[in-house]
């Protein structure tokens, strides 16, 4: 309803916002800017956030996608979840960053998270506590198989998805570390869960930038996280290539 509302403020429907069925979200403006500039893509001209969040829409070969600049955390991520779907989007890739939990998950290592601890307030207005929080099973093995033919291990499994940043406890950490959980990051379980309950494709590919076992060790605006951004990029360009996504 809001979407439609928004449309007719200015005379539009809401096909004019220019969204596509297959989007990348990420939580960095530098991420979105350079994945446009692959495929030279542009900001819909009605695109209603306009350069705030811009979404740049294009053409990877024949296909039509968007990569959408998005706001960190849950709420915010899914509120714009929410509107791109009501504009045609069904299939919807996260790339971002997640706090390691595991010795041996370094800095530049890639993540596909294949469930979720749930500590954020948004994904239980959408499944309830029994209902396991899981990407789709399609996309992990697009984006598994894809890395591994262009030669990058990933690590599947648990990631814990949290409000707080600043209450990663050294007790929690303890803890996850020991229950398995691979990384913690703010948005992959509510994301999960909005794309269950609206029955579309999600799944994120997250790059860790900072390790939380020991010391903390961030690498922010690292050259090996640099690096490992760039090859992150250029395998979400590979996936939107492929014929069978």
């Known amino acids: 309803m809001f979407v439609e509302w928004e449309a007719k403020q200015s ?11 297959i989007v990348v979200l990420t939580w960095s403006l530098r991420t979105a800017q350079a994945l446009a500039k692959e495929i030279d893509a ?18 990877v070969l024949d296909r039509a996608v968007s990569f959408a600049y998005v706001p960190i955390g849950a709420p915010g991520t899914v509120i714009m979840m929410e509107e791109m779907i009501a504009c ?3 299939t919807l890739i996260g790339l971002g960053w997640a706090g390691s939990l595991q010795e041996n ?17 948004t994904s239980r207005h959408y499944l309830d ?11 992990v093995e697009i984006i598994r198989n894809l890395c591994e033919k262009e030669g990058i291990k990933t690590e ?7 409000d707080a940043p600043y209450r990663e406890f ?15 990051d703010m948005e992959t379980s509510a994301m999960y869960a909005l794309g269950k309950s609206r029955q579309v494709d999600v799944c994120n590919l997250l790059v860790v930038s900072d ?3 020991r010391e903390w060790k961030p690498a922010f605006r690292s050259p090996e996280l640099d690096d490992a951004n760039g090859k992150a990029r250029q395998i979400i360009l590979k996936i939107l290539a492929k014929e069978n996504l």
């Open 156 to 162: 599947a499994g648990p990631v814990w998805t949290t």
């Open 170 to 184: 050294v007790s929690k950490i303890k803890r996850y570390n020991q229950q398995g959980v691979l990384a913690v």
């Open 42 to 59: 542009k900001i819909p001209t009605h695109w209603p956030y306009g350069e705030r969040f811009p979404i740049y829409s294009g053409r």
């Open 11 to 21: 005379g539009l429907t809401k096909e004019d916002f220019g969204v596509t069925p």
């Open 129 to 139: 506590q029994e209902t396991s929080v899981t990407p789709s099973s399609r996309l």
């Open 88 to 90: 045609g989007a069904r």
């Open 105 to 121: 998950i370094r800095v530049g290592s890639f993540l596909v998270p294949t469930s979720c601890v749930c500590e954020e307030g």
């Open 211 to 213: 390790e939380l076992l």
